[in-house]
């Protein structure tokens, strides 16, 4: 029954909130996150506060790690071995910590990210400043709690005579918190807290005056004096951390990058792997050789370059893309009165000088107690060698000690603590020196005693002597700042002609979307119809570019994919080249490349004039899409497409201040020919406006880009097989969204219907029947007719049926003329 009685009946909800809520202020409040009062984490403060206690200090041999992790362990820390010594060999190192902790002979570990040796092999003891965090501990300074099973007592904060939060910063992840605090100059941290002490309502503007921001032990470069101080004012911030570095001329006029400090908590050894990764894929080109020179002289990395490369367009760019420059987010959160606070510059030091005055206040009552008390010894001690007679009689005539002591009190009128130091007195201090000596130290006492009270009882003396010790501090312990501090952060541009080497390259197109780039020699060793191509595909752009220059690429799915000339695969001619899908994850399966357009600068001034095959029609300007940040894998839109069956069927690169127009020619072999004023400039999602008022059934086929005045020849292929040329012009200029004219005749039976428009001067096009019957013809051949003409058969529909497919035949002709 009573078993019973005891048995709950709980929800896992409230089991697991309840058991997760208690972890996680464990962990929060006694595990990750430093004590704004001392800067440091309880493991932290069990390790110093175990090796004190075992008298591993400075001044004393170093002693086994294993000794002192084992003390640690049993007494005071009751976690894993590991856990207590990576703390220990972290408060060791000189590239972590900005004044360390810990002073370790053997391995213990490196920039490169080595671990230490086994802790049987390193040897440890506390540092000089060790001493100083845990000066007067033993003079009831701070709160002792018991230890895990109340054998022992251990501090739940240590006296700290320096910020060490500061100081030595701290980095740490609990549970819904995280901590990232940097570390500061001994000298500059004590300054500030000196003038905070003198003017307690003083700004963070004020402040930094002294503390001007975080110095790293590793050095480097910090950037952002503004976002400094927003980090300062609210704990959270980010700035730029850089590498030293400076350019070094060498044999042969060659110049090398020489790199002497770098960013702190960055892994040296995959610095330089990263940095000689850049040089073997040849992400850029310049670079000879990565060496990492650091010996016991200090730390250089060396990054040599080829005869005439741009020193500066290759450092900018290992800034950009490896850690030779870092962000820093500033996130200081530390335990403040027993809750994890995100706390500025001004609450951690007006803590830690809350704090100083308790251990300073305590201090100064425990030393007046003291002397207090000495004090009495002294004078009853002065007091018996004044009847020193009396005193040896009292003391004969007496039984035992005891009685001794009891007579002494009633004879003499002496307290219970003199009576004890007299009868305890040797007879060699019976002598003329003692007393002399004795009435030296009660002077001093005296002075003593007024000293320690006027501290108790005055604040600004308690202050003087606060401010005093910070000043030996620094006095003793002060060295130069190691990072530098700039006001501003330095904008990297990197130029193209940095990362791509300039080179003549061919550049090939599909239209099912192979792409690819070949050198001018691969193209000379082959013929040109030896292009790798899969049959049935298109050659849709063949062309000489330079590497420095881009594409885009526009597709009939309404979508523009940009690569710069450089980033496509290079293959030789005979190859395929690479797939669009093989980058792009949006490409659709039925999407095709209908356009492309190169550039060497984005032409900004000029539109994109695309149509749609179910008659929309827009223009969206070239900054719209200017290359996007994801461009490698994601295509953008450039037209939406309101219906799965619609696609564009053109796109043009226009000017818009030209006096141009465009005419569209439909299936049922309407033209219309209007200004491209008429077509509005809108967004690139935007899905256009009507371009053709088309017949039911009916759709665009193609549009092309005329002369408003002038004569544009155009070429009219029909599903017959009848070719026609004629003048653009004969359709005279309408407005927008009308139906237009008949530019063929129209036959009652068996009707032609346009499946194909092109510029009709000086062009080779080839027309496929259903049969897959082929013929090349040149626009010159056919005459220009009117607009009531139908052309002349160029295949018999009769006999192979109707065209399927007509292409440009000139694409290599363009690239042989180019």
Partial sequence: MTEQQNIQNLTLEEVMGDRFGRYSKYIIQERALPDIRDGLKPVQRRILYAMHKDGNTYDKGFRKSAKSVGNIMGNYHPHGDSSIYEAMVRMSQDWKLREVLIEMHGNNGSMDGDPAAAMRYTEARLSKLSGEMLKDIEKDTVDLVWNFDDTEKEPIVLPAQYPNLLVNGSTGISAGYATEIPTHNLEEIINGTIYLIDHPNASVEKLMQFIQGPDFPTGGILQGKDEIKKAYETGKGKVILRSKTKFETIKGGRQQIVINEIPYEVNKANLVKKMDEIRLNKKIDGIIEVRDETDRTGLQIVV????????????????????????????MVAIDEMHPRQVGLKRILESYIL???EVVLKRTHYDLAK??????????????????????????????????????????????????????????????????????????????????????????????????????????????????????????????????IPEEVIVTITKEGYLKRSSLRSYQASKPNELGMKEGDELLFAKQLNTL????????????????????????????????????????????????????????????????????????????????????????????????????VDVFLVNPTDSLDIFLASNQSYGLRYAIDEIPTVGARAAGVKSMNL????????????????????????????????LAQEVPQMGRAKRGQLILRELKSNPHRIVFMGVGEKRSYIVHNQKGEEKVFKTEDFPVADRTSNGSFILDEKQGGEISEVRQADVFESLENN
């Fill in 304 to 331: 040599e370059l080829k005869k005439d490369a741009n020193a500066e367009g290759i450092l900018n760019y290992l800034f950009k893309n490896t850690d030779l420059q870092v962000n820093y987010n500033f996130n």
């Fill in 355 to 357: 704090h100083r005055r």
């Fill in 371 to 500: 002397a207090k008390k000495r004090q009495h010894i002294v004078d009853g001690l002065m007091k018996a060698l004044s009847i020193l007679d009396e005193v040896i009689a009292t003391i004969r005539q007496s039984k035992d000690k005891r009685d001794a002591k009891e007579q002494l009190i009633l004879q003499h009128q002496f307290t219970e603590e003199q009576a004890e130091a007299i009868v305890m007195l040797q007879l060699y201090r019976l002598t003329n020196t003692d007393i002399t000596q004795l009435r030296v130290e009660a002077k001093e006492l005296a002075a003593l005693i007024q000293e320690l009270s006027k501290i108790v009882a005055e604040d600004a003396e308690l202050l003087k002597v606060l401010k005093k010790e910070l000043r030996e501090i620094k006095k003793q312990y002060g060295n130069p700042r190691k990072t530098e501090i700039e006001d501003e952060i330095e904008e990297i541009i990197i130029e193209t002609e940095v990362l791509v």
């Fill in 549 to 648: 220059d881009h594409l885009y690429l526009i597709t009939t799915k309404g979508n523009i994919i940009y690569r710069p000339v450089h980033e496509l695969p290079e293959v030789r001619w005979k190859e395929l080249g690479e797939h669009l899908s093989q980058t792009i994850t949006t490409y659709l399966t039925n999407e095709e490349v209908l356009a492309v357009f190169d550039f060497k600068d984005l032409p900004e001034e000029s539109n994109f004039l695309l149509v749609s095959r179910e008659g929309w029609i827009k223009q969206t300007k070239c900054s719209d899409v200017a290359p996007w940040r994801t461009y490698r894998s994601r295509s953008q839109v450039i037209m939406t497409l309101k219906t799965a069956t619609d696609a564009v």
């Fill in 695 to 726: 017949k039911e059934n009916d759709f665009i086929v193609n549009a092309l880009v005329v002369y408003s005045e002038g004569d544009s020849p155009i070429v009219i292929i029909s599903q017959r097989g009848a070719v026609k040329r004629m």
